[in-house]
């Protein structure tokens, strides 16, 4: 499995602001106007350009003093390439936007993960956690899936760790699949229920799937891969399924994404079939420890966020995807209080369609700016830890990026100082404010992973970029085929009865319009 990212780099990376992590007390470490020395991939030395380049002529160097050094950003949720909206499904809420993805057009793997990864590198992004959304068929379908999506982040330069989702139950509501399935029309039966059968695969093959694919990959791309678990959701699993997965998890020493609590509609399922939140169940199971990080996690609660706390759970924050579908805001001003670790994904896309992680700090920024003079609100620094270091725990890199510092691998965006302060900065607008602010894909200069160059002048340099995005739109544009018609007919036809079957849901807030300010009700994050 020869990629590109099997090379390192030793080179100097020169920059006039190191923004290096945050430091105990909770500031930004940085060092100013200094060199960067990179040897074998790892950050050998960071100090005064003269010392560092002694006895170095020979190395490469990149940058220059107009230039900030971050650590290298890290989308901790994401699923595929073209976004659904792109695709012609529109927005809706997440129970009614999913079964819409059935009739999406199919895009090569290879294709589809390059368009989302070149997304991200160009906005600073070098690493991902890539959820697939679940495997149907025979297992040799599967690993052709994983490999390609794997070569393909290999191939362009990112870090990445790979999951697939796991169900046995309840996949087209929050009911048993057969009493859904004998609801609908014959047409749609028809067409939904091979479907379902195709994706109903024993635990246990899908458990040794995941240890085939962890010998296949770990071995030959140790510094760039990390096979995950990821247990779709706590109303998808059954007891039996969390189980053997976490236990996988426990055995394999593997990191473990499971979303949870995204919606209302899932908190309420956990009440009302086992009477107690959906965190209290996993509890329950002793599914919850430090290599667990839960996804979304919009409706918990105070006492929800105490036990997760007290498990040392990271929480991966999903911003633009709880608002653009109307999931919710997670409470994560109760999360920091109690020191839980927080990091970011964008989901299947972010507030602009795209996968900017540079945007999405920003939003998740102005989203905790909670009313009142005193509130303890993140700042940038913090808003940079989730989007780093956070992120890399979470993936399952933690301690071996995620800061600029020497013995760590050097991930490493540059960006242009010069175009941050366009026509002008202060001096006393602290580099870490002007990054998160004014900072974004259009100030990205280069963009190293493991001390390689994977992105010159704002462009991937690793890839034939045009070439690619050529291609897929080739594919997107192409006439819409019989099956593809069929299948959009099918799903017209299958809302309506889904739409029916969630109204009978009552929510347990009273169809609140907005969480924040007047209402009483909303000071809470019950």
Avoid at 123 to 132: A, E, K, L, R
Avoid at 159 to 172: K, V
Avoid at 299 to 306: E, I, Q
Wanted: overall charge negative; charged content about 20%; some cysteine.
């Amino acid at each position: 499995m020869t990629a590109a990212t099997s090379r390192t780099a030793d080179c100097i990376i020169e920059a006039g602001t190191v923004l290096c992590g945050l430091a105990p007390d909770g500031s930004m470490a940085m060092r100013h106007d200094v060199g960067i020395r990179v040897d074998g991939g790892m950050i050998a030395q960071i100090g005064p350009m003269p010392a560092v380049a002694y006895g170095n002529d020979h190395l490469p160097r990149f940058g220059s003093r107009d230039m900030i050094a971050m650590p290298g950003l890290v989308n901790s949720h994401h699923h595929f390439g073209i976004t659904p909206l792109m695709q012609g499904v529109p927005f809706a809420p997440l129970e009614l936007w999913l079964p819409q993805f059935r009739a999406m057009r199919h895009i090569d793997v290879r294709l589809d993960t390059l368009y989302s990864a070149i997304e991200m590198l160009e906005s600073g992004t070098t690493m991902v956690q890539h959820i697939n959304s679940g495997f149907a068929g025979a297992p040799d379908g599967w690993m052709a899936t994983a490999d390609a999506t794997l070569k393909a982040y290999t191939e362009i330069g990112m870090r990445a760790g790979f999951s697939f989702m796991i169900r046995d139950r309840n996949i087209l509501t929050y009911d048993d699949d057969a009493n859904v399935l004998a609801a609908l029309p014959e047409a749609v039966r028809a067409w939904i229920a091979p479907k379902l059968n195709a994706a109903a695969v024993p635990i246990v093959e899908l458990m040794a799937f995941y240890r085939a694919l962890s010998e296949r990959w770990l071995a030959a791309q140790p510094d760039h891969v990390r096979i995950n678990l990821a247990p779709a959701n706590l109303h998808w699993c059954t007891d039996e399924c969390l189980q053997t997965i976490f236990e996988t998890a426990r055995t394999s020493d593997a990191q473990v994404h499971m979303h949870l609590l995204e919606t209302e509609r899932q908190s309420g399922f956990a009440h009302n079939k086992f009477g107690h939140s959906a965190v209290q169940h996993l509890k329950a199971l002793e599914c919850l420890s430090p290599n667990v990080t839960l996804g979304h996690g919009n409706w918990m609660s105070r006492a929800d966020l105490d036990i997760v706390a007290d498990c040392g759970c990271t929480i991966c924050h999903n911003a633009s995807s709880g608002l653009r579908l109307g999931s919710g805001i997670a409470p994560v001003n109760e999360m920091r209080r109690r020191g839980i670790p927080v990091a970011l994904g964008i989901d299947q896309s972010n507030i602009a369609d795209d996968r900017d992680m540079t945007l999405e700090m920003k939003l998740v920024w102005a989203l905790h700016r909670e009313t009142g003079l005193w509130n303890d609100r993140p700042d940038a620094g913090a808003v940079l830890q989730m989007a780093t270091e956070h992120g890399a725990k979470s993936v399952g890199f933690g301690g071996f990026t995620g800061r600029l510092e020497p013995g760590l691998q050097a991930d490493i965006v540059l960006m242009d100082r010069r175009k941050i302060g366009r026509p002008h900065l202060n001096m006393r607008t602290s580099p870490a404010d002007a990054v998160l602010h004014r900072g974004g894909r259009h100030a990205v200069h280069q963009v190293f992973i493991g001390g390689c160059l994977v992105v010159d002048n704002g462009k991937v340099t690793t890839i034939d970029r045009e070439a690619v995005l050529l291609e897929i739109a080739d594919i997107l544009k192409g006439p819409e085929t019989q099956t593809e018609t069929q299948a959009w007919n099918a799903i017209g036809a299958l809302l309506p009865h889904l739409e029916a079957h969630h109204r009978k849901f009552t929510p347990t807030t009273a169809q609140r319009a907005y969480r924040y300010n007047s209402m009483a009700d909303n000071q809470d994050c019950e």
